[in-house]
Antibody, heavy 125, light 109 residues
Framework: QVQLQESGPGLVKPSETLSLTCTVS????????WSWIRQPPGKGLEWIAYIYYSGSTNYNPSLKSRVTMSVDTSKNQFSLKLSSVSAADTAVYYCARAPKYCTNGVCSIYYFDYWGQGSLVTVSS | QSALTQPASVSGSPGQSITISCTGTSSDVGSYNLVSWYQQHPGKAPKVIIY???KRPAGVSNRFSGSKSGNTASLTISGLQAEDEADYYCCSYAGSSTLFGGGTKLTVL
């Protein structure tokens, strides 16, 4: 059974960089896409970004200028960095696995089958 | 790209059926049969209940079904049970992006 676990600081100061890591157990990080999704308190879900095990990435256009994802296959981990945070970035951050979907030679994601339990990150001074 | 549109809330009595709509555009829901639906109980992570429009993952009750017409996808829950009370989110492939709906709170009366 695949399990994902988020880790990182629960409190980040405004204008600083939010950093989270997701550790995958029970399966290899290879051949899948891996994603970050967030949920502000009392609000809906927002897709942030995804990365393929090979390192190719795709970011939400609304966050693209501030987001960086990376993957470490030797540790079965992938990470998220979100720079210049503000109170609007306060949310529960979920990591998730995403099966690959390919059409006309282009591959992407199409749903999320395994999720971490979520990590609350609060942006406050 | 804007979020997909869902009703804020729906309700039904035990044993009844309800349908939650998810409206997008011809660039997302309308162009691909790649809508997924997630169930989220309070304080828990979302769980996929429908993917690729109408497919159910192993272990998900056949009381949950998905469909699509034009730019609108729908989730139907039949034989409502108390445990179905939760938030439901739709999600669509949109080419280079992935869009979620705003979520629908289902109340079982």
């Amino acid at each position: 059974q695949v399990q994902l676990q988020e880790s990182g600081p629960g409190l980040v100061k405004p204008s600083e960089t939010l950093s989270l890591t997701c550790t995958v157990s029970g399966g290899s990080i290879s051949t899948y896409y891996w994603s970050w999704i967030r949920q502000p308190p009392g609000k809906g879900l927002e897709w942030i970004a995804y990365i393929y095990y090979s390192g190719s990435t795709n970011y939400n256009p609304s966050l693209k200028s501030r987001v960086t994802m990376s993957v470490d296959t030797s540790k079965n981990q992938f990470s998220l960095k979100l720079s210049s945070v503000s109170a609007a970035d306060t949310a529960v951050y979920y990591c998730a696995r995403a099966p690959k979907y390919c059409t006309n030679g282009v591959c992407s994601i199409y749903y999320f089958d395994y999720w971490g339990q979520g990590s609350l990150v609060t942006v406050s001074s | 790209q804007s979020a997909l549109t869902q009703p804020a809330s729906v309700s039904g009595s035990p044993g009844q059926s309800i349908t939650i709509s998810c409206t997008g555009t011809s660039s997302d829901v309308g162009s691909y049969n790649l809508v997924s639906w997630y169930q989220q109980h309070p304080g828990k992570a979302p769980k996929v209940i429908i993917y690729e429009g109408s497919k159910r993952p192993a272990g998900v009750s056949n009381r949950f079904s998905g469909s699509k017409s034009g730019n609108t996808a729908s989730l139907t829950i039949s034989g409502l049970q108390a445990e179905d009370e939760a938030d439901y989110y739709c999600c669509s492939y949109a080419g280079s992006s992935t869009l979620f709906g705003g979520g629908t709170k289902l109340t079982v009366l």
